[in-house]
């Protein structure tokens, strides 16, 4: 087992030369954070782009419909079908503008590998996008990005990951009142994943005034309404025709997601046990959009209880807290008290990693393989 995970601990120790620079710089009173994100961000670049096609589930899929483009004319490139396995036993809906990708890449990059590495490129660019704007301390999101799992998720759902990426890219655009570059950015998540439309949505919500009790109660009815699921819906679904029924009665025997969920809760929880209550007032003042995210994290975690389909909602939210915690630990007045609550959340999450390597392959990502060994 410790080989099949070893070229993730690799990466795990790559990534603390960019954290210590950034510790050195700190002591000289300059700071180094944008250089070490990009170091940060190539070195996970590298990995996901020279993954071979058995790691994560997915990669395969994209690799095989990436391969039809080129006999595809610009007139079908929207309506033709297509088929993710040579056999053409089923087929896949590809949105828009990711097919747009596939035949713009497919005309001077044949290969299939390059499918990969342009996926691998535009999660990255984003995600650096996204940490160098919004997180306070880069490097602490990338291990949490790492270490939580997010990394090797998007290694498996390179559709959904560029989506969500552009949702978060786009939260600027609500701060600062904008709403036409807002939806513009988000229909672009959409022409590449439909779930991103969920994202429409929360321009009239995240800015509202929310409570950290409102994430408990929110989240607590919804652990109440999963367990309570099961019962009622089978009730209601014998009111309804078997083509419904089949889809609302479908509920989720695995315990992974609800694991995860209940780990970001208590992170979120062990922070705000780190601070004082005039430290949390200013939070739930300052932070609307990561409270409302948090609550609605974990409140489809709780519903996951029942409902299968709630899991995958709490995946489009569930990144968000890679920006949460580090924003969430500026509010911490106290440097010597933030600092051993960084050092204690990032070992929290590295334990929390190596023993969900040992017990779980993270949407089929080992063991790893470089494409050029395959």
């Known amino acids: 087992m410790i080989e099949k995970m070893s070229v993730y601990l690799v990466l795990c120790l790559l990534l603390a030369y960019p954290a210590r620079l950034c510790v050195l710089a700190r002591r000289q009173g300059r700071s180094a954070q944008r250089v070490a994100l990009a170091m940060s961000c190539v070195v996970l670049w590298f990995f996901m782009a020279m993954r071979a096609q058995t790691v994560g589930v997915d990669t395969k899929y994209y690799v095989c419909i990436y391969q039809q483009f080129p006999q595809i004319s610009w007139k079908e490139l929207f309506t033709a079908q297509l088929y993710p396995t040579p056999r053409r036993t089923w087929e896949l809906d590809l949105e828009p503008g990711y097919r747009l990708l596939n035949k713009l890449l497919s005309i001077y990059l044949p290969a299939p590998q390059w499918i990969t590495v342009a996926n691998s490129a535009l999660i ?5 996008r996204w940490l160098r704007r919004e997180s306070p301390n880069a490097m602490l999101s990338i291990w949490l990005y790492l270490t939580l799992g997010v990394y090797q998720t998007e290694m498996n759902v390179a559709r959904n990951a560029i989506a969500i990426l552009l949702g978060y890219t786009a939260f600027h655009w609500i701060k600062e009142r904008k709403l036409a570059p807002y939806f513009l950015q ?7 994943h439909k779930s991103a439309v969920v994202f429409l949505p929360l321009y009239w919500l995240v ?6 009790r409102h994430v408990l109660y929110c989240t607590m009815a919804a652990c109440i309404l999963g367990a309570a699921y ?4 089978g009730r209601v679904a014998n009111l309804l025709p078997y083509a419904l029924a089949k889809y609302f009665t479908k509920s989720n025997s695995r315990m992974e997601s609800i694991a995860v969920g209940a780990f970001y809760a208590l992170l979120v929880a062990f922070v705000l046990y780190k601070m004082t209550p005039e430290e949390c007032k200013r939070l739930e003042s300052k932070e609307p959009q990561g409270l409302f995210l948090t609550m609605a994290t974990l409140s489809l975690y709780g519903l996951n209880l029942g409902l ?3 899991a995958r909602m709490a995946a489009l939210f569930g990144p968000y807290l890679i920006v949460l915690l580090p924003r969430m630990l500026e509010y911490i007045n106290c440097p010597r008290r933030r600092a051993a609550t960084i050092q204690w959340l990032a070992v929290a999450a590295g334990l929390q990693y190596v023993l969900r390597l040992l017990i779980n392959n993270i949407g089929g990502t080992m063991p790893y393989q470089f494409f050029w060994a395959a």
């Open 308 to 310: 299968a389909s709630a």
């Open 230 to 233: 099961p019962v009622v819906a």
């Open 124 to 128: 990255i660019a984003l995600l650096y």
């Open 207 to 212: 800015n509202r005034r929310w409570k950290y």
């Open 186 to 192: 988000i229909l672009m998540a959409i022409s590449f």
